[in-house]
């Protein structure tokens, strides 16, 4: 087997068990378990949650301020044992590519960013637990899991497409223009959901019984609290989360609507399939949205909410791809 073969099936199976990583990342989250283990990489000091008789007096005449919780210590650990598998497959992607760097038809660059960018998220993940939750490191983390996993996608592609150059077509601008759209309303669910603003509203169409209800703009991007060590359960007052709130409920319908257009857009120039899936997948995330609020978070709900934004991400990054290779059709 040749080393791009290699590397091909290696980034599909790295883009697949990202997405397990992302789910995982989202259930930590939900079920609070982010403070699960008040150490890292491991979990009061051993490297699995301490669970005998002995092993559980260390753990907390260690930290006598962070009693084990088996049930939020082990999300936490999963997470960690997955994400740590996931940048073992990254490094040996970077490793192949650099072994085949001779080879045009092999992307470089790529592999070698995903390796960056998986060190720095290994880092966010510490800051995340030694900065007590702190929402923009929550946030970032996030982020950074949605990159990775997009950038996955991206190399698997390149390597079945041969690593060709993308064409520049007004469509794909358009398509272009639809993925920061989505980026950005992925941000404002990861601000939403770091600051325990997702609820805040109980009510839909309206927001606390108010189309735009009092905001609090300053409040509501206010990074950190003097003096506070720990932000599980949020810092922010109702108004500043009512405002983080209805920000990612306007960003859900400037996407909604952005989408539907290109929609059109794809079915009035020849891909009625991929538009008809992107539908599709709009018309789930947006009711998974909707039932977030009115069933008030199930926790199910909210990790497909999660899981369909992540798909929602990567159809945008595929009809990136697809539209750049127009050209090459025979």
């Not at 699960?36 to 005449?61: H, L, N, R, S």
């Not at 992307?107 to 998220?121: E, M, N």
């Not at 007590?132 to 390149?158: R, Y």
Request: glycine share 10%; charged share 10%; net charge neutral.
């Amino acid at each position: 087997m040749d080393k791009k073969s290699l590397s091909y099936k290696i980034s599909l199976f790295g883009c697949l068990f990202a997405g397990v990583v992302v789910l995982l990342g989202a259930y930590t989250r939900l079920v609070d378990a982010g403070l699960g283990c008040p150490d890292w990489p491991g979990c009061y000091g051993f490297i699995d949650v301490p669970d005998t008789e002995e092993e559980i007096k260390i753990a907390e005449q260690a930290y006598p301020h962070a009693p084990v919780e088996a049930d939020k210590a082990w999300p936490e650990m999963i997470h960690r044992y997955f994400a740590g598998t996931l940048g073992l497959i990254i490094a040996l992607l970077a490793f192949l590519a650099i072994k085949a760097r001779a080879d045009r038809s092999q992307p470089l660059v790529l592999p070698l960013v995903l390796l960056g960018l998986v060190i720095f998220q290994a880092a966010l993940g510490m800051w995340t637990v030694t900065m007590g939750l702190l929402p923009i490191i929550v946030m970032g983390h996030l982020l950074g899991g949605f990159i990775t996993l997009a950038l996955l996608l991206l190399l698997f592609l390149k390597l079945r497409a041969g690593n060709r150059p993308a064409y520049g077509s007004p469509l794909r601008n358009y398509a272009l223009i639809g993925l920061i759209i989505v980026f950005v309303q992925i941000t404002l669910g990861g601000w939403t959901s770091a600051n325990y603003a997702a609820i805040i509203c109980a009510d839909f169409p309206t927001c606390q019984g108010h189309w735009i209800p009092p905001l609090d703009f300053a409040g509501a991007f206010q990074l950190s609290q003097e003096g506070i060590t720990s932000y599980l359960g949020g810092f922010m007052g109702n108004d500043a989360r009512v405002t983080v709130h209805w920000l990612h409920r306007l960003g859900a319908l400037i996407t909604t609507l952005y989408l539907l257009w290109l929609v059109v857009k794809l079915f009035s120039n020849g891909y009625p399939r991929f538009a008809g899936w992107l539908l599709l997948v709009l018309a789930v995330q947006v009711a998974l949205g909707i039932s977030n609020v009115v069933f008030s978070l199930p926790l199910s709900v909210a990790v497909a909410h999660n899981g369909v934004a992540a798909l929602l991400l990567l159809t945008m990054v595929t009809l990136l791809h697809m539209l750049g290779q127009q050209k090459y059709r025979s």
